[in-house]
């Protein structure tokens, strides 16, 4: 069965997906916030297996005290970690490189995978196995942060699929990476 | 006179405007080509009186050759010079803080400003003097290179006055700065 691995992340017009420390309320500014507008995300939640996420947005989300994912949680982290009790069936631990963990995903019978949290979209864009980009551009700049891009291997092109416009300033753009062959 | 300064450029998605090197050339894909598409490039032109830029900005286009700037080029620089002789009337050398360019500017009856190159900007958009960012969003991952964005003395909130999607995956957003008053 094909695997299916999309990113849907929000990103200050200059590149960063959180404060230096990790922050993420300044998304939350209430100038942002449309009533009855989720900004696709409840859509696409539906239209996913699983989420694939780094230890570190694991923590992150953890921190925001109540669990909001129905869809089950896949965390890439070389420790097997003790799963909270709350969290049983939900959360899963995963290691290994993305290739294997596509493979061990599908196994499991997820195939339209969630990759989150910048690390885990920079090791997955680079292993060539993210097949979709939906971003959101906050209309703000912060000036420095954890960036959502990182280093690749070669210059990637992407092809832009859609573009949408949101009168809180949001725009979101959706692209599919265009992989070159390589032998 | 109210000065106004206006910023139209090309960023890579991960927000760069050139390799590490200083090539431009990704930009110039044949791919990117539309017949009769200027990007609203002419439009912009007609409506500035000058353009600002850094040394590094000036040394680049210089290296392409052909001058094909129609408008005065202020080249900010600490030392004054030698203008070269084709360029004679077309280009002049400014020294200063950022407001003071702008009297400076003013004074010459140059009152919409081109403010182009990734320091000159920052430095602008950090003096809180930058009126309108236009900026096209090329439809590729480069990883590295010079950034368009830089560190900001706070974070910077900022008005999306439109966006244009164009057949080729170019996006081009324009937004106005927010300054927050300070005393």
């Known amino acids: 069965m ?8 929000a990103t200050s017009l200059d590149g960063f997906i ?3 420390d990790g922050d993420v309320n300044w998304l939350h500014d209430p100038g942002y916030t449309i009533e ?11 239209s996913i ?3 694939i996420m780094g230890r570190l947005t694991f923590d992150k989300v953890l921190s925001f005290g109540e669990w909001h ?10 420790k097997r970690r003790v799963i909270p009790a709350h969290l049983m ?8 490189e993305p290739p294997e963990i596509l ?18 979209i920079q090791q997955f864009l680079n292993a060539g ?8 551009i906050i209309p703000v700049l912060l000036g420095e942060g954890v960036p959502l891009f990182g280093k690749l291997k070669a210059d990637l092109k992407l092809e832009l699929l859609s573009s949408s416009k949101f009168g809180n300033g949001f725009t979101t753009l959706t692209y599919k990476p265009i992989y070159q062959e390589t032998s």
Chains 1, 2 share one sequence.
Request: aromatic share 12%; glycine share 10%.
């Open 89 to 96: 069936g939900k959360v899963r631990f995963m290691d290994g």
């Open 18 to 20: 959180a404060k230096p």
């Open 2 to 9: 094909q695997t299916n691995c999309s990113v849907y992340i």
């Open 103 to 120: 493979e061990k995903a599908s196994k499991q019978g997820f195939n339209h995978l969630y990759i989150d949290g910048g690390k885990t």
């Open 36 to 46: 009855g507008e989720d900004f696709g995300y409840n859509a696409f939640m539906k």
């Open 69 to 78: 994912y129905k869809k089950p949680v896949i965390v890439l982290s070389k």
């Open 129 to 136: 196995l993210i097949d979709k980009l939906i971003i959101t």
């Open 49 to 51: 297996d699983a989420l």
